[in-house]
């Protein structure tokens, strides 16, 4: 046994998936899920089949983000894996309704990071044993950051603002341009 690290080559712009699938129908399926997430998602995708044609099944609403996505799976050529890309949308997104499609038995990663796959070679085929995302930590975040952190999940939407008249919320707002509403 040997072992590969696979970079995924993408744009600093664009979201990775990558996953592990075990049916033909997969690049049906996760079409179907991205698709009825939002119109305005933009998307392509690629799955390794292991067995019969052994071909690098694709699909997608972006050719370039389909391309990117099939050439990416073929560098790992792992069987039954996924790359799913994405633009206009994030993984956050996507994520339930990618995990509800029958087929999909595990999402290794969901990101915005450079990544590599680390692929493990037998006599037998390629399998993927995990991935490195991103870098790694400097050190353990203190409290300016804690609060840095929720400022940003509340400036994004992602989380709602605390009452305006707390300090915490003011300070939030202020850092990052939104105006102080009053209750």
Known sequence: M???VVPIDKPTDMNAIIGQAHFIKTVEDLHEALAGVSPHLRF?????????ARLVRRSGNDDELTGLAAANALAIGAGHAFVILLREGYPINVMNPLKAVPEVC????ATAN?????????ERGRGIIGVIDGLPPVGIEQESDVA??????????YKLLRHPSTPQAT???LRHGQAK???
């Open 106 to 109: 595990t999402v290794f990663c």
């Open 44 to 52: 392509g995708l690629a799955f390794c089949e292991a067995s019969s």
């Open 114 to 122: 450079q990544v590599d796959v680390l692929v493990a070679v037998t």
């Open 171 to 173: 300070d939030a707002c």
């Open 181 to 183: 509403t009053e209750a």
């Open 148 to 157: 840095d952190r929720h400022s940003l999940l509340r400036a994004i939407g």
């Open 2 to 4: 040997s072992f590969e």
